[in-house]
């Protein structure tokens, strides 16, 4: 493969991946509270299909990011009342925010254009794509990396504040303490219903952006699936980055890369079909799973939060 | 001051039919506000979704076709779920039956003698989503590997198996470019009984009454309840949660199979792209709102089903997106979900924050 | 006046403590020393964890008051005691596994503000850790540690807290005994520094030989309070048994006739892994009440589980009208007959959301009239639950009625009509009287007595000695998973009970009188 093949190659992956680990990032943080949202797709689909009604109607991008955020805060919070005040079920709760953004964008979707039309085909103000200078210069990493929109370098500063945040601070500190043993967490003073309330909240506001990065910088549109499952995945990538941000990141990579390969690979004639390819990441972290289970030493080192998925009730604990 | 839920002696029955129906009331009146914020008339809208879904022959039909997989995989799903099973799988488990009764429609069906190949597509379609529940549940038996988590990614793989085939090998050759097999032969399509409704809802009702024989009135359902309640007390009285779990999930998996193999059969008549619409999700909130009961599984079928046919009507006849049918979905299920507290709980408003824990006597 | 308080770090004076049903603390006084390492003696159900756990916060006492250094404070929770500098280190430890030690030390704390200066928290944990030589390495994770060193990790996070007065909970019950020992130097040598140390326990050679004054419970009052090198074990052991008996019962006497339960050089492990049965043997036979003595966590769950094959048996043999139960499934147990009440029934013993009738028929459903093949005839489930409610005087609004809105005594009744229907001959009892109230432990006990005279073997085991010098006919004392002595019942000696169950053995008492 000639270098600009791998060059191109890499762009494509990084911009794939870009929304793709916003949603890891933030399911990871709210599973690390010990609270378990599959709302991944529906809180997406609501960024994207809100970002790009704002941006149009208002003319502006940034806008229309940050209703996005905070359309995902909110339906996130309504999950986290729903599970962490009234202890209602988490599986159950996160399938009905799934349906409930699911319906309530394509709704929009068709309705939030001008004069209350669709908004399939409409150009809205998005976010583009632009080379900073110096760093651009770097070999093979240089064109692919720093070739891309603001969103994306936003992230490459997230993240390892992110990471940071999680192993070298005192809240970080709580945080994973909070989704493995709350009851000790609890009994040092430490809030736990708080915590998960918080976290839960910004989860939804990482998920809320990766989903107008779809519609404002990868895909630049809207359309009524334009998720295509990317919730999900995010849900997978987490297990499959053990709960950890900068494993997620490469997960992303991985993920999306592949999906955006697939067309490249069918072109050069490649014999594994590109379903199958799509398959593996799926495959791969079913494997993580086992693993993590079946050693639980792994499972203590790679920091699978035991409380995941548990409503947290003092009056039980004794 | 302090909002603190402390569980109730026993259940509120009045809670159990108060809350549902509350729920749906308030879910109609969100869902009204949000049609009147796009300049909707909400009352003419519903009206629409009533018509479109019970008003008449044809609208009944289409309802109970649009149930007829939520019903299978809904039951599947309950089965699963009175054993603590997270089942999520029932959309892969779907594919699954889909993709072994398409198999034998385009393939087998040759070889076979007319009368057989319904009769095979259904074996094959159970055997199928059976094997597919098979795996988590044997991941969660011996190794102990979260079932959620297992039966989610098994869906995925599931759809893009469906995908790969309708799009790939089995792609109509006189497809035009639509994304689908070839058509089935005659003799591998359900048999249609009014209207679209075909026989799928034969076995609905079939499943549903086994599964009620199961669990009221044979052993088996009589352990499953015991190992759902207590897996300690199940162990005590000498059963074995592992070979429960392996049987529980054949069962649950053979029946969302089969839901794939009446969607093939009957209402596609090919492998398609629609197969993977979600069924599979809508069963767990199915089966979760039924309370698992197998009848109120069907009851809660139709009326989901209703919903989205109601939805397909507005967007016909009003031009109103059918998404609408989703919100509302959605929109019952949050307040089901919040309401659900005060079937177990009551609320107590406290002042101090006093400790108020019972004494814990030594082991 | 002042002046005769401050020598006391801890006073805790007239502590009352109520419970639905229960009185866990009256009326007790409790007077601890700077330096002291003082001693909290008593049976289960003494009171000794309550009253700590008002000390530490967790509850509010009733009545009464606490002063520090002579000066009265209100503890409203756990955090308000270790402001005050008073920390608590429980039996179950309050550990974040996939953190490290430093880690888990300073949860909820801010040493170095947002972010976390690891270096120079680990400095200052290492420190602390040499001065008490703890031997704790901090960046080590929880899950490589052994329970010992997780008990230090937990004083450690006491200690970093500035915790002047620390209290241990049952501390050697989960250590070996190289471990406790060594657990023991440590708190020597706070105490030396100034520490004060309250020691729950109820193993007397641990209060004979490190503490410096003891205070005994008994029932939730406070016996007597003495220092150590004035008393001595015997005393101590007849101050925490005492000598009441509630109710007589009048037992027939009975011929003893075939052994039905033969136990024999038994070993079991416990959770942990560690010996929880260390090769006990001993025969119940028929229309007699073995009762085995001891207190709490001495290996009795153990042996309730192996013999009835919830457990698996690592030595020895269990053998049940002589057919070999060793290791068999639960399902064998069964039907050979040996029934079972367990310790908690609402953990084993029901299911909690289920009808009365389908916890009735747990043992049953398999067999005719009740099952006929695959099938279940619930008018049969029904006419047996009725029946067995009938007998039994299960006070229920419905055999249909979930069992969890049974008051405890009914639901006790509810296992025991199980179990004693479905036995043919033996029954495994475990604290079978545990939380009742009077009218049902009288009720349970009478139902025992009644199932040995009709020719059962019944394997009684209990914390409450009482209830063992009610209706057994023979007594055997458990300690530490060992059999540290039997006697019949007539010949119980209570002072020897005592002293067995706190650790020793029967062949060493006899003849001397003082310790």
């Not at chain 1, 770097?138 to 192993?167: E, K």
């Not at chain 2, 009368?115 to 102990?144: Q, S």
Request: aromatic residues 8%; charged residues 15%; proline residues 4%.
């Amino acid at each position: 493969m000639t270098e600009t093949m791998i060059i191109s190659l890499l762009t494509i992956t990084v911009r794939a991946g870009v929304s793709l680990l916003y949603a890891t990032l933030g399911e990871i943080f709210t599973e690390r509270s010990g609270v378990l949202n599959l709302g991944v797709e529906g809180i997406m689909l609501m960024g994207a299909a809100t970002a790009f009604a704002v941006a149009y109607h208002s003319n502006s991008a940034w806008l229309g990011l940050a209703v996005a955020g905070l359309v995902g805060m909110l339906l996130s919070a309504i999950h986290a009342f729903l599970t962490v005040t009234m202890q209602a079920d988490q599986v159950v709760s996160g399938l009905a925010l799934t349906l409930f953004g699911t319906g309530l964008s394509s709704f929009m979707g068709q309705r939030l254009g001008p004069g209350g039309t669709t908004m399939v085909g409409l150009q809205a103000p998005t976010f583009q794509r632009f080379s900073i200078p110096l760093l651009e210069k770097i070999p093979i990493l240089g064109p692919s990396l720093f070739n891309q929109d603001i969103l994306a370098y936003i992230l490459y500063l997230l993240l390892p504040a992110l990471w940071f945040f999680l192993y070298k601070t005192q809240p970080g500190l709580h945080l994973r303490a909070v989704g493995d043993n709350p009851t000790a967490a609890d009994v040092l003073g430490i809030q736990v219903k708080r915590s998960r309330y918080l976290y839960t909240v910004f989860g939804g506001f990482l998920m809320g952006v990766a989903g107008a990065h779809l519609s404002m910088a990868y895909l630049q549109g809207w359309a009524m699936n334009i998720t295509g499952g990317r919730g999900w995945i995010a849900i997978a990538l987490v297990i499959f980055a053990t709960w950890d941000p900068f494993r997620a990141a490469v997960g992303a990579l991985l993920f999306g890369g592949i999906n955006a390969l697939q067309f490249r690979l069918q072109a050069a004639g490649t014999e594994i079909p590109a379903p199958f390819l799509n398959m593996m990441p799926y495959f791969f972290t079913i494997l993580v799973l086992v693993f993590i289970t079946w050693g639980e030493s792994f499972r203590k080192r790679l920091g699978a939060p035991a409380a995941l998925g548990n409503p947290y009730i003092r009056e039980d604990k004794k | 001051m302090k909002i603190k839920f402390e569980r109730r002696l026993k259940e509120a029955k009045w809670a159990v039919f108060v809350v549902p129906i509350v729920s749906f009331i308030l879910a109609l009146g969100f869902g009204g506000l949000l049609l009147l914020a796009f300049g909707i008339n909400p009352v003419k809208a519903f009206q629409v979704m009533i018509q479109g879904s019970l008003g008449g022959r044809y609208a009944i039909t289409e309802t109970v076709v649009k149930a007829i997989p939520l019903m299978l995989t809904g039951l599947g799903v309950s089965v699963a779920f009175r054993m603590l099973f997270w089942n999520i799988g029932a959309e892969g488990q779907l594919a699954l039956g889909g993709i072994a009764a398409s198999y034998v429609a385009l393939f087998l069906s040759d070889s076979l003698p007319n009368f057989l190949t319904l009769p095979m597509m259904v074996i094959f379609g159970m055997a199928a989503g059976a094997i597919w529940a098979l795996i988590p549940a044997l991941l969660k038996a011996y190794l102990n590997v979260n079932e959620i988590l297992t039966t989610l990614m098994m869906n995925y793989i599931a759809i893009l198996m469906v995908e790969y085939l309708y799009l790939g090998p089995w792609r109509d050759p006189d497809g035009y470019g639509f994304p689908g097999s070839a058509p089935f032969p005659d003799e591998a399509i359900l048999p249609r009984l009014i209207g679209r409704v075909h026989l799928g809802i034969v076995f609905a009702l079939i499943a549903a009454f086994i599964i009620w024989l199961i669990m009221s009135r044979m052993r088996w359902g009589y352990e499953i309840r015991l190992i759902g309640e207590n897996p300690r007390a199940a162990k005590y009285a000498g059963i074995s949660t592992t070979k429960n779990m392996i049987l529980v999930m054949l069962l649950s998996g053979a029946l969302s199979g089969l839901a794939g193999m009446a969607e093939v059969s009957g209402i596609a008549h090919r492998l398609y792209q629609g197969l993977t619409a979600g069924y599979g999700y809508t069963a767990i909130i199915v089966s979760w709102l039924a309370s698992l009961n197998p009848w109120a599984v069907l009851f809660v079928s139709l009326f989901m089903a209703a919903l989205t046919v109601g939805g397909d009507q507005l967007q016909v006849a009003m031009g109103i997106p059918a998404a609408v049918a989703l919100v509302l979905q959605g929109a019952i299920l949050f307040f089901v979900l919040g309401g659900w507290v005060f079937i177990n709980y009551r609320v107590r408003i406290i002042r101090t924050t006093e400790a108020t824990q019972v004494g814990e006597l030594h082991d | 006046m002042s002046e005769a308080k401050t020598k006391y770090a801890v006073e805790m004076r007239g502590i009352t403590k109520r419970f639905p049903g229960v009185i866990a603390n009256q009326d007790v006084d409790l007077f601890v020393r700077e330096g002291h390492v003082h001693a909290l003696l008593g049976e289960n159900g003494a009171g000794k964890s309550t009253l700590m756990n008002v000390l530490s916060g967790l509850y509010q006492q009733d009545e009464g008051q606490i002063y520090l250094h002579g000066k009265p404070v209100n503890i409203q929770s756990p955090r308000d005691a270790i402001d005050l500098g008073i920390g608590m280190v429980h039996q179950h430890f309050m550990l974040v596994e996939s953190l490290t030690v430093t880690e888990n030390v300073i949860l909820g704390l801010y040493p170095t503000g947002l972010v976390i200066n690891m270096k120079q928290i680990e400095d200052d944990i290492r420190e602390l850790s040499n001065r008490y030589q703890l031997n704790v390495d901090p960046s080590a994770y929880i899950w490589q540690l052994s329970v010992g060193e997780q008990q230090r990790v937990e004083i450690l996070k006491l200690l970093y807290r500035g915790a002047e007065i620390l209290i241990m909970d049952e501390p050697t019950a989960v250590l070996t005994p190289q471990e406790a020992d060594k657990l023991m130097n440590i708190l020597h040598q706070m105490a030396q520094e100034g520490k004060s140390i309250i020691y729950i326990t109820h193993k007397l050679h641990e209060v004979m030989g490190y503490a410096d004054r003891v205070t005994v419970l008994r029932k939730g009052k406070r016996v007597e309070t003495l220092d150590t090198e004035n008393t001595s074990k015997d005393e101590l052991a007849c101050s925490m048994v005492g000598k009441e008996v509630l109710f007589q019962f009048d037992k027939a006497d009975r011929e003893p006739g075939e052994v039905v339960i033969q136990v024999e050089d038994l070993k079991v492990v416990n959770d942990k892994g560690l010996p929880a049965l260390k090769g006990v043997s001993f025969e119940v036979r028929q229309g007699e009440i073995l009762g085995v003595a001891g207190v709490a966590g001495n290996g009795q769950r153990e042996l309730a589980e192996a013999i009835t094959c919830l457990r698996p048996i690592k030595g020895g043999r269990v053998l049940v009208n002589g057919r070999d139960v060793t290791n068999c499934p639960p399902r064998d147990a069964i039907n050979t007959g040996l029934s079972h009440i367990p310790g908690d029934r609402l953990g084993r013993g029901l299911a909690a959301n289920l009808p009365v009738s389908d916890n009735l028929v747990m043992k049953v459903y398999r067999r005719p009239p009740i099952a006929t093949g695959p099938l279940v005839d619930y008018k049969e489930v029904n006419s047996f639950s009725s029946r067995l409610v009938d007998n039994f005087d299960i006070i229920t609004p419905s055999i249909k009625t979930p069992s969890r809105s049974l008051s405890g005594g009914n639901q006790q009744k509810l296992v025991l009509a199980r179990e004693i229907d479905a036995s043919s001959g033996a029954l495994v009892a475990f604290n079978p009287t545990r939380g009742l109230d009077v009218g049902a432990t009288e009720a349970v006990r009478r139902e025992l007595l009644e199932q040995r005279d009709q020719g059962a073997a019944i394997l009684l085991i209990s914390g409450d000695l009482d209830e063992l010098l009610q209706i057994a006919d023979r007594i055997l004392v458990i300690y530490e998973g060992e059999m540290m002595g039997e006697m019949a019942i007539e010949e119980a000696d209570i002072d020897q009970i005592g002293l067995m169950m706190a650790g020793e053995r029967q062949d060493n008492l006899s003849n001397s009188s003082n310790e």
